[in-house]
């Protein structure tokens, strides 16, 4: 039997925009793919957007929300982070990570010590945990390189267990979509000097779209609410538009 391999995504679409293509392969190569889930998702613009008390000025909901009109009530932080793992449930599931094999640790926890964000101690302790639980793994994460602090936290944690010598098989990184926008953006190498995974048929990049459609789904009296696309819509387009993830090696 192959050996399994770990994702850990910061915040839920982090396994889809930045990871989906990587692991649907995985999955289709019969490889033991596990998905973690670092937060609730309790930090979010999107939550203002979708409760009517702003709106996305130029891309996607351009129209003010109003919630009584349309047939639901503003959201708490608990039922927007709710709502976001729900989004993240559906679509581990095109990509073809069942169930068991998807897992959600809570290092926003307001009472936490980082608060709500995630600390290079906190994802140190959640990776090791499953270091612990699979000794045999592979593990992924977003890069240490990474523009938001969340990402490069689970990125350097990473990479941290690496050079302590508690992972004994491979370790990679991955550049995510608002890095690679903010390198493009200003003419800059993408950091990490890696390489692109696109898919390698048309199967993956089928899956990889499904993904990204259950953060566009919006039925706010069933509990969907577009929280991703309420969120980072032009990335999941530029995304869609050419499918592919930047990867680079550890310590790079």
């Known amino acids: 039997m192959s050996r399994p391999v770990i994702f850990y995504a910061p915040h839920a679409d982090d396994e889809t925009l930045n990871m989906g ?3 649907a392969e995985h999955v289709a190569a019969g490889r033991d793919t596990h998905v973690v889930l670092m937060t609730h998702g309790r930090q979010s613009g999107a939550l203002n957007v979708i ?3 702003h709106v996305n000025g130029g891309y996607f909901w351009e129209i003010k929300h109003d919630p009584e009109f349309e047939g639901y009530k503003p959201l708490t932080v608990e039922q927007f982070a709710e709502a976001r793992m729900e989004e993240f449930y559906n679509a581990l599931r095109q990509l073809g990570v069942p169930a068991e094999n998807q897992h959600i640790e809570y290092l926003d926890d307001p009472n936490s010590d980082g608060g709500e964000n995630v600390t290079v101690n906190e994802a140190k302790s959640v990776i090791q945990k499953y270091i612990n639980l699979f000794p045999d793994a592979d593990h992924y994460t977003l890069s240490y390189h990474d523009i938001h602090s969340d990402h490069a936290a689970c990125g350097q944690a990473l990479q941290d267990l690496y050079d302590e010598g508690a992972i004994q098989y491979y370790v990679r990184f991955i550049i995510s979509m608002a890095t690679r926008d903010d390198y ?6 993408i950091p990490g000097g890696g390489w ?3 898919p390698t048929d048309n199967t993956i990049k089928q899956r990889v779209i499904n993904a ?3 953060y566009a789904a ?6 969907a609410y577009a929280i991703g696309y309420h969120s980072v819509s032009r990335q999941f387009d530029k995304f869609l538009a050419d499918p592919f993830h930047y990867l680079h090696m ?3």
Not at 184 to 189: F, I, M, N, P, T
Not at 218 to 223: A, D, H, N, V
């Open 212 to 214: 990204c459609r259950c």
């Open 21 to 23: 293509i990587t692991i």
């Open 250 to 252: 550890p310590g790079q």
């Open 196 to 198: 692109k995974d696109t």
């Open 218 to 223: 919006w039925s706010p009296r069933l509990g």
């Open 184 to 189: 493009e953006s200003r003419g800059a190498s």
């Open 51 to 53: 409760n009517g008390t």
